[in-house]
Structure formats: C-alpha cells, structure tokens
C-alpha cells in the first residue's frame, strides 16, 4: 500500500492469517457442539448456581464464544502495561501467538465440553498478549499524519482476515471427512481440518512476526513512566477521560456487532435460508469493513477524526435495529453492509484519536483500553443475544440500538477533535525499512 510503512504492512498481513483461524473457530465451534461430537447431556436442563437460569444449548455454545472474549479483553491492560514497562513488544508477541497454535490442536483431542471451554481460554490468553502489543506497534510507527491511514491498513487486512474465515469453515467442515495420503485409508473429519486450518494460520502469523519485525527504536527509548489508566478527564475540560470514553464506545460498537453470532440457528430459521448464508450475512460487516477501513482511514488523517466518529455512530444504530426487523435474506444482507460501513467510521478513526493523544511509551497500556474494549463486547454479545432472544427476536437488536445512542452522545459531548491543523507534507510521511 503506498504510503503504508512496510512493518505495519507485515503486521496487517501477520493478523490477516491470525483472524482467519480465530474467525474460523467462531463457526466452527458452535458446529463441532451441537453436532453431537462433545456431549452436553449431563449440562443442559441443570441450572446456573445463584441466577437461575436454564441451561440450553445456545447458553452453552454462547459461554465458549464469549470466554475467549472475557479473558482476551480483560488481560489486555497487564499485557500492555508489562509490553510498555519492558519495553518490548515482539517477544509477547510471538508468544501469544505460540498459545493459539497449541490451544487450536488441541481441540483435536478434547473429549468435553470443559476441555473445549479450558483451550478456547488458552486462546483467549494467547490473545491478550498479541492484541494490544501489535497495536503499540502500529501506533508508534505512525504520525499524526499518518496514523488514520496506517491503522486503516492494518483493520483492513486483519478484518479481511476475519470476513474470510467463516465463509470458508462452513465449506471445510461441509466437505469433510478427507482421505489422507497414509496406510490404512486414515481419514480427517471436517471439524479436524478446519481446526488444522487454525493452526497454520497462527503459525504462519508467528513466523512473519519473527522473521520479520523488531521493535523499533521509538520503542526501545521511550517506556512510559505514568502508565496509570485515567478514568476521569486530568484537563477538567470533559467528565471523562477521552480515552475511556472512547473506549467505552467502542464497548458499545462491539457488542452490537457480536449479538448476531449466537442466533445462527433462530435467524436461519426466521429467514429460511442455508447455513451458508448465515456466514455469508456475519462476514458482510466484515467485509464492509475491508472495503471502507482504509480509504475513511486516510480521509481521518485530511479531515479529523472526530466527523467520522459521529456519522459512524449516527448510522450505526438503525443499522442493527433493521436486524431484528427483516425478513429476508437480501435485507438482511443490506443491513449488516450498513452496519459494517458505521463501523468503518469508527474503527480506525477511533485508534487513530487515541494514538494522537497517548504518548509512544504509554501505547500498550493506553491502546489497550481500546482493544479491551472491542474483545469485552464481543464477549458479551453472545451472552446477551443469547438471553435476550427469549423476549422476542428483536430484542438483543433493540439493545445493540440503544447503546449506539449511547456511544453516540459520549462522542458528542466528551471527545474534541486532535488535527487541530492540516499535517504538512513531512509530517505525513512514514519512514521506511
């Protein structure tokens, strides 16, 4: 990409291969418990100790979506804060991308659903200690001037990456068993294929990071001293701090984007349709993203960032309230485009506004308010869908409504804008390798 600095490039490309396998498992998770192959007789039925609720399937396959979240999301702050104390982002890394590996060929050999829910934590684990350091990363080899686009670049292909995942797990696992080329007509099962697929891809994720990228200087002379999280706004210009705010927007946004995962077999149902058009609907955010991510990237870093934020949220609302209302596969296509064109909007604006404002050694500390945040939601949108959906199938989309309002007005009232004036010409350049 011109313009784009070539590590951020081998970053994108790195998270592109780590999505697909995370995305994959998304899919194929709620697949492989269902179809019989972990039984959950001794689960369903019980109740939950202290709330009360029943047990289904759907609270079940909701738990394994949502822990990887819980834990990814709610470890980030360590991690980030570790990455800026030691001034080292790679060797985390590396690391966290080693756990999702092992943790995706174990699924191979696990014979419960504890054994499932205990990797997709490893997972989960892995994660935190990838997200906020590749982050750090692409923020401290950005300018003012160039951040917008940089982190454009870099969603763009991390999020072809996830849009690429669950159109192809369903085909995988559809078209297994496969014959493999050994004595004795050994064959792999559709689910193990596709499990196989995660484990290349976070190893050939890690492979790009070793070989290819080191931690820069910027890094290396610049660790943070206050890496404390602010809450309140230190100016006393706003209420909060525009860091959390944007973070507690981003909240928002994620969670309304993953309260489709969990109601694949409802909206199958309501609509009539294949699974394949399922997956076809859950990767047009996605793929929204893909198309929008770089050029409202670049535009952030001409025309600010704060107009992006407002008209991203502005439509992002009726754009999952319109999931709970259609009725047609076609609509519910163009109401997902939509959604997935408001995220746009926000995605890499939202970094972009955070990295003007944080400091080079307070990146992973800072950044991974944000990034908890994004992991958070998308942990708690299957568990709330998953409940919601029992008052009525508009519901879990209502409440995606609302708290678009809400991240609405946190923007309008308590984020300023930070390209107070145009970059020049030098300003916007990105050295390169």
């Not at 409202?296 to 407002?310: C, H, M, N, V, W």
């Not at 970059?423 to 350049?429: C, G, L, N, P, Q």
């Amino acid at each position: 990409m011109l313009g784009t600095d070539r590590r951020v490039l081998v970053l994108a490309l790195a998270r592109m291969a780590d999505a697909v396998a995370n995305s994959f498992l998304i899919v194929v998770l709620p697949l492989y418990i269902a179809s019989g192959a972990i039984s959950l007789d001794a689960l369903v039925g019980t109740r939950v100790p202290l709330l009360g609720l029943a047990v289904t399937e759907e609270l079940l396959i909701g738990v394994v979506l949502s822990l990887f979240g819980f834990l990814n999301s709610l470890s980030q702050p360590f991690t980030g804060r570790l990455s800026d104390r030691t001034d080292r982002r790679k060797v985390y890394i590396v690391f966290g991308l080693a756990l999702l590996a092992v943790a995706s060929a174990a699924y191979v050999v696990a014979d419960s659903y504890l054994a499932v829910v205990f990797f997709r934590g490893l997972q989960g684990l892995g994660a935190a200690f990838t997200i906020p350091c590749t982050i750090a990363l692409v923020n401290e080899l950005a300018t003012k001037g160039s951040r917008g686009g940089n982190f454009g670049v870099f969603n763009a292909f991390r999020l072809l990456g996830f849009g690429m995942g669950p159109i192809v797990a369903g085909t995988v696992v559809a078209a297994g068993p496969y014959a493999l080329p050994i004595a004795g007509g050994t064959e792999l099962s559709g689910f193990d294929a596709a499990f196989f697929v995660a484990v290349v891809g976070a190893l050939l994720s890690l492979g790009l990071v070793a070989l290819l990228i080191s931690d820069p200087d910027e890094t290396r002379d610049s660790a943070g001293e206050d890496l404390s999280i602010a809450v309140r706004d230190r100016d006393g210009d706003h209420l909060l701090d525009p860091v959390f705010t944007l973070a507690v927007a981003t909240l928002c946004m994620a969670i309304g984007i993953a309260l489709f995962a969990t109601l694949q077999e409802t909206i199958n149902a309501r609509l009539n349709q294949q699974p394949a058009l399922f997956g076809a609907e859950f990767a047009a955010v996605v793929l929204a993203n893909v198309v929008f991510q770089i050029p409202i990237g670049r535009a952030s870093d001409q025309y600010g960032r704060r107009p992006f934020l407002l008209v991203g949220f502005l439509i992002l609302g009726p754009s999952v309230l319109a999931q709970g209302l259609v009725t047609t596969p076609a609509t519910m296509l163009v109401a997902r485009t939509v959604q997935g064109i408001a995220v746009a909007m926000v995605f890499a604006p939202g970094l972009a506004l955070a990295g003007d404002i944080v400091g080079t050694g307070q990146s992973g500390t800072q950044l991974s308010l944000l990034t908890m945040a994004f992991g958070l939601g998308t942990a708690l949108g299957p568990l709330a869908s998953g409940y919601l959906v029992r008052f009525g199938f508009v519901v879990p989309f209502a409440f995606g409504a609302i708290l678009a309002v809400i991240g609405l007005v946190l923007i309008a009232t308590q984020i300023e804008e930070t390209l107070s004036e145009p970059e020049t010409a030098t300003e916007r350049s990105v050295p390169q390798d």
